[in-house]
């Protein structure tokens, strides 16, 4: 068969201060630039992407590929219409001129918001639609953040969610819609359900190697044999400010007896489970504290999460809250990454190893009145920030995060400055700067969840710290306009109403 493949990827927080313009997607930075048409499969091979994986999967059945575009944007406020309106026309416009095609793969986020289009995923699909007509098959990869609304599942024949966070299944879960548009291709038509739960999770919640989302998710793959039905659970992503936002399951089986049951099953366990989706934080002189005391004793490194200032949900990364609590908490041999800062990485290089900056730190979005943190600032390595990932997050991605540097405090702590934000879930990003993350004491990361993938099998504990930043653990605190009715913002908590 002939299939179609493309990709426009963004997680948007409606309450972050920088948004996505054209420029963002262009750019390579953790995953690859903008690629399109012959360059989108070398772009993506060897890549923990859904799209990757597709296209492996795809070519291993012997199908024809006809590539259309592929990019995705750091996580942000929303994309502006600008960006949003070049690339789906461009991924339209790829379509078209491909020709005939038995089926289209799409690999797309679920919680794109833009600055006029609340549901970014279902327009693109809309616009797919009047390319395709309602007969070929459309199947959408998917995060296990999305926001998935009725929209997406009409327009589309199959959503195929990730099953893991720190999302370790990203190419596998492009096989695996691999293989259901096989059944589909070979005459499976199955019958659709959708449920959306009614309360928000914390994205430090949602790990998948805990509980209660571990369990719900074995439930999940027991239910879909038991039935002989696919099923996806996102958790939805709790920053974004549409009618939609909020965990969501959907179901596909050609039994439908078989399949509103395997649904009403998942829907109550997931109901029943949420009292349980309550995370633990601390306040970043409390978690410093406690990480000393974890330290003094031990073989492996404390991580302290700072997941508030976290770029992979819409932060700029450029938080110094939890910087200034490790120099002020004396925690001397810490190492904090990644900092955002281009201008200071472009002064290190200038200056060289060895040479000493008198000059403030991050704090470039002055969130909340932040202030870069002065000091006289020892360059102790450098970068050019290109490098491949490692681990089972990033593994096999060819880095391009721009001049890098390490940076001492007269105190002791290093901070790891990128040019380009980029969650810290990978330990070559230290590595890149000559810091092996195992033989550290304290280690602060700006990532939720992701980075465990790769750093909590060194780690001798986790503390997930509550520092300033646009990515709130708390959905209640976030000033929410657009819910629908009825929403809880936290599990077992308040409940949104517009304002009449």
């Not at 709790?238 to 998942?266: I, N, Q």
Request: aromatic letters at 6%.
């Amino acid at each position: 068969m002939r299939i179609a493949v493309g990709g426009f990827q963004h997680e948007t927080n409606s309450f972050a201060s920088v948004k996505a313009g054209y420029s963002q997607f262009e750019m390579a930075d953790g995953w690859p630039g903008l690629s399109r048409g012959a360059a989108l499969a070398p772009a993506l091979a060897g890549i923990n992407l859904p799209a990757g994986g597709f296209l492996a999967a795809a070519a291993a059945a012997g199908h024809e590929i006809a590539p259309l575009l592929w990019c995705s944007a750091s996580p942000s406020a929303p994309v502006t219409d600008d960006a949003f309106e070049r690339i789906t026309a461009m991924l339209v416009e790829d379509l078209r001129v491909a020709g005939p095609v038995d089926a289209v793969y799409l690999d797309l986020h679920g919680a794109m918001v833009t600055e006029s289009v609340p549901d970014g995923e279902g327009e693109i699909l809309a616009r797919i639609r009047a390319v395709t007509g309602p007969d070929i098959p459309v199947v959408v990869s998917l995060d296990l953040h999305a926001n998935v609304t009725q929209r997406m599942v009409d327009l589309s024949d199959l959503l195929v969610p990730y099953r893991t966070y720190p999302h370790v299944d990203m190419a596998e879960t492009g096989a695996r819609a691999a293989a259901l548009l096989d059944r589909i291709l070979s005459g499976w038509r199955p019958k659709k359900a959708f449920r959306q739960a009614e309360f928000l999770v914390s994205l430090v919640a949602q790990c998948t190697l805990s509980d209660p989302a571990r369990p719900l998710y074995a439930l999940m793959a027991e239910l879909e044999r038991q039935h002989d039905v696919s099923l996806g659970f996102s958790m939805g992503f709790p920053a974004a400010d549409f009618a939609d936002c909020g965990p969501s399951l959907v179901g596909y089986g050609a039994d439908a007896a078989a399949l509103e049951a395997a649904v009403d099953a998942m829907a109550s366990a997931i109901a029943a489970a949420e009292p349980e989706f309550v995370p633990a934080l601390l306040q970043p002189d409390a978690a410093v504290t406690e990480a000393r005391r974890l330290a003094a004793g031990a073989a492996r490194p404390v991580v302290l999460a700072d997941s508030q200032d976290n770029p992979g949900g819409g932060a700029e990364s450029d938080g110094v809250v939890l910087l200034e609590a490790l120099i002020r908490g004396g925690a001397e041999g810490a190492v904090l990454g990644l900092l955002a800062d281009a201008a200071t990485a472009e002064a290190a290089q200038a200056a060289g190893v060895g040479a000493v900056l008198d000059r403030g730190i991050g704090a470039g979005s002055a969130y909340r009145g932040q202030q870069p943190v002065r000091a006289e600032w020892t360059v102790e390595a450098l970068g050019d920030g290109r490098f491949t990932g490692t681990g089972p997050f990033y593994g096999g991605n060819r880095m391009q995060l721009g001049p890098m540097a390490l940076l001492r405090h007269p105190g002791g702590v290093r901070v790891a400055v990128c040019s380009r934000k980029q969650q810290a879930a990978d330990q070559a990003m230290f590595r890149h700067l000559g810091v092996e993350p195992a033989a550290q004491k304290i280690l602060a990361l700006k990532s939720s969840v992701h980075f465990r993938a790769d750093f909590e099998p060194i780690a001798e504990a986790v503390l997930v710290v509550e520092a300033p930043g646009p990515n709130l653990a708390d959905p209640a605190a976030q000033p929410f306009t657009r819910l629908r009715d009825g929403v809880r913002l936290r599990p077992l908590g308040p409940v949104f109403f517009r304002r009449r």
